[in-house]
């Protein structure tokens, strides 16, 4: 299915800032669903008679009007007159007489949607009829905060670009709501609003207590009680405001976003939603403490191999056989390429690996043990991209073994050459080429029977740990190519 902003650009004329309003009209609309315990369809009109739907909400606090999806679909003005009079009276019209609509009884009001004098588009609020419902002092505070919203957008002056609405994390109609007279005053505060101010410390109920000075006085930093009662009085006089999150002197955390409400441009108080998000942040704080004691973990670990390896350097010094330094020798490459994932990993907050750093690490170790013995640099070409941490141990160790196969192997001392590794990423797969210009692999050369440790290694790492693929050929031009293929997806 199109989205909004391709609907209205294959089907209108609505300029860059016209599509803009709508979006926003959009995002703020979850809130008038709510409050209206009704659904909302956006209509733009095709000619004089048709129009279409480019964006439809339904509500979370009353049964939906209509279970389908009717984004896409076109009513005529004989079966839904009231679109049509929204454009040309430019006032919210409603519809006497409920009609039936799947079985289902509903009452369709159209609100048109007014910039700068000018209505580009047209709300459709339908409310499902058939549960019948008790007018409750929660039911008439949401359906008159509803209704001047709605007449705002008539209006126009709601919603507003500045500032951005931030309407994605912003509390909810359920999660709390209390709407307050001119003067500031609480003339209604919903059950959930009430227990999260009573998480800040305020025992007694809110009706009547002028919310300002009382939210400055729960709060417990200064600046943050500063901040949330300006943006409730700005609300008052008519300014809009980003949600903001404060924690009260008991440690309650509440995310707080207040809405004016100037139907007609008459000051009618202002609406402020509420959310205790208290066990949110506790759970948010125990995960940045194992995230934090995880990366500890793996900066012990680097110190740990790092130790190993020197230990080893040391051994190596103090062994006369020529055979057992070259033997330790390749050890500390090993214990040093793992060492490198982990600290990768210790500045990591995701347990996952930027490859491309690591192997640009490891390229320069492997060029410093090359040049005791040839003339051979090494380069990394493409780009590897972020793996998961559980791939990047046997990766690394995969490709520092072929670079270090393709030093030992395919040059003489003294020769010059180069190695290239070069990556190629997919949604699936990354392929790894490791090409060298050197003499080529031997007469009867096979991967499967070979008995050096290094190849050995890596197929049991591109096998058991990788998943993947490994094989090596000829180059055309001469040297070898080590082709390595891993898949991205997740292993299980």
């Known amino acids: 299915m199109s989205t909004l902003t391709d609907l209205l650009a294959e089907h209108t004329k609505l300029s860059g800032a016209a599509v803009d309003h709508l979006q926003l009209v959009v995002a703020e609309w979850q809130l008038l669903s709510d409050l209206s315990f009704a659904d909302f369809l956006m209509w733009v009109p095709l000619d004089d008679t ?182 409730i009085r700005a609300a008052l006089d008519g300014q809009p405001s980003m949600r903001i999150e404060a924690e009260s002197r008991r440690g309650a955390a509440v995310l707080f976003r207040a809405l004016p409400l100037r139907p007609r441009g008459s000051a009618a108080g202002a609406l402020v939603l509420c959310r205790d998000v208290t066990e ?49 020798a390749e050890s500390v490459r090993r214990v040093t390429s793992i060492a490198l994932v982990h600290e990768t990993l210790s500045m990591s907050v995701d347990e996952r690996v930027d490859l491309d750093d690591v192997v640009d690490k490891v390229i320069p170790m492997m060029s410093d043990v090359a040049a005791t013995e040839s003339q051979v640099v090494v380069r990394r070409d493409g780009k590897f991209g972020i793996v998961p941490a559980e791939l990047a141990t046997p990766l690394v160790m995969v490709l520092t073994e072929l670079v270090q196969n393709a030093f030992e192997h395919a040059y003489a001392a003294g020769q010059r050459g180069e190695v290239v590794v070069h990556a190629e990423r997919s949604a699936k797969w990354l392929d790894v080429v490791i090409s060298d210009d050197g003499r080529g692999l031997p007469p009867g050369f096979s991967l499967e029977r070979t008995d050096r440790l290094g190849l050995q290694i890596v197929r049991t790492l591109v096998e058991s740990e990788l998943r993947g693929s490994l094989s090596l050929r000829r180059r055309p031009r001469g040297g070898t190519e080590a082709v390595l293929r891993v898949p991205l997806r997740a292993r299980r």
């Open 50 to 231: 048709t129009f279409l739907c480019v964006a439809q909400a339904r509500p979370t606090t009353a049964p939906t009007a209509h279970p389908e999806d009717v984004v896409g679909s076109t009513v005529d003005v004989e079966e839904h007159p009231q679109l049509r009079r929204a454009i040309t009276e430019a006032r919210i019209c409603r519809e006497e007489d409920p009609r039936w609509h799947l079985g289902v009884p509903v009452r369709r009001e159209a609100i048109p949607v007014k910039r700068h004098d000018e209505v580009i588009a047209v709300l459709s609020r339908n409310t499902n009829l058939a549960v019948p419902r008790v007018p409750s002092p929660l039911e008439i505070s949401y359906l008159g905060s509803a209704a001047d919203l709605c007449q705002m957008i008539s209006d126009g002056t709601f919603p507003t670009t500045e500032p951005s609405p931030d309407v994605h994390t912003s509390p909810r109609v359920g999660d709390g709501l209390i709407r307050l007279d001119a003067s500031g005053a609480v003339v209604f505060a919903s059950p959930n609003a009430l227990s999260a101010y009573h998480r800040m410390g305020h025992a007694s109920d809110l009706v009547g207590v002028h919310l300002a000075p009382l939210t400055r006085s729960l709060i417990g930093d200064p600046f943050d009680a500063t901040e949330v009662a300006q943006r």
């Open 280 to 328: 949110v942040r506790r759970r948010d704080r125990a995960l940045m403490s194992k995230d934090a004691t995880i990366r500890e973990i793996h900066h012990r670990v680097k110190n740990n191999l790092q130790t190993v390896a020197a230990l080893l350097r040391l051994q190596s010094r103090r062994t006369s056989s020529e055979e057992a330094r070259e033997a330790l």
